[in-house]
């Protein structure tokens, strides 16, 4: 049987499984930049204000057969746009990463589209392979996640 993996607005009651999943210690590791602090439920709850409110970014909720699975986005970065995605760590593995991002490039007109990725996080590499991105260069900066700098990739999908 085939999960039916779904894309749609991001709303309220969604909200209460994002901030589950931010504070996942596994998952806050893997993804390296993220949260100052994933307890911090007021500064949660302002960052998706922020996200909500901004007609500049296309943020979407996953979901699979019905059950809310993780999130995606693609925001503005100076003249870029970005993308990024958090599944919870639960369903890692089953391709809700790559299914979710691949519908959201399908909704995007605009290319190029990059992303970044922590070099060691290979998972979320293979994802963004698999759907089309090319490793255009390389940065670093303080990861709050793991608490030092961390060395990424930066990904670039011009097709």
Known sequence: MNPELR???????????????????????MAAFTAEDPDDAAEFAAHWRRVRA?????????TVDGTVVGYVLAFPVGERTEVSYWIDRERWGRGHATGALAA???ELPRRPVHARAAKDNHASLAVLR???????????????????????WVLELSR
């Open 7 to 29: 894309l749609r607005p991001v709303r309220d009651d969604d909200l209460p499984a994002f901030y589950r999943y931010q504070r996942d210690p596994e998952a806050v590791r």
């Open 130 to 152: 698999k759907c089309g991105f090319v490793v255009r260069g390389e940065d670093h900066g303080y990861a709050p996640g793991r608490g030092h700098d961390v060395e990424e």
């Open 54 to 62: 901004d007609p500049a970014n296309e943020s979407r909720t996953v």
């Open 104 to 106: 959201l490039l399908r």
